[in-house]
């Protein structure tokens, strides 16, 4: 065994993967708030900026799980305290991910409306006399007048 060798028991190593698996979800929870708060701020730049280091966690996390269902005897070594702390952690984490879900579904509302309503007004400018149309030529329902016929005639 070399100096910085150590052999890690049983219990140890489901201890780390307790911890580590409440660490994870933690911090994704974490991210999922900041995530939701910028969305209620429609800071959407902000907000994508969040999803590699949520997609990173969510992986994971995915993975101490599929250990866990590999190995399902780990769970049998996991005190009761930690069986408590991660379903408090995986609640919170719910109620994280739900708000979350939630303010995403209102962000792109919001933004359909927005885009909905530039839409509309693109439209209407369009149609407004005088304005130019698709070939970029202008087009008017009144007499065709120039300008320097309005000027000379004043």
Known sequence: MGLFSKKISGAEQDNDLVNSFINKSEGLQRILEKETEYFRQMKIKQAEML?????????????????????????KNIS?????KIRVSNDSLMQAAQSNYDETLKAKEVNKLILEAISEAVSQNNSVEGAYGKKGSAYSSSSDVSPIAIIQSA
């Not at 009761?80 to 408590?84: L, R, S």
């Open 80 to 84: 009761e305290n930690d069986k408590k």
């Open 51 to 75: 999803i590699e280091t949520k997609l990173s966690l969510i992986d994971e996390i995915e993975a101490i799980k599929s250990t866990l269902v590999r190995n399902p005897n780990l769970l």
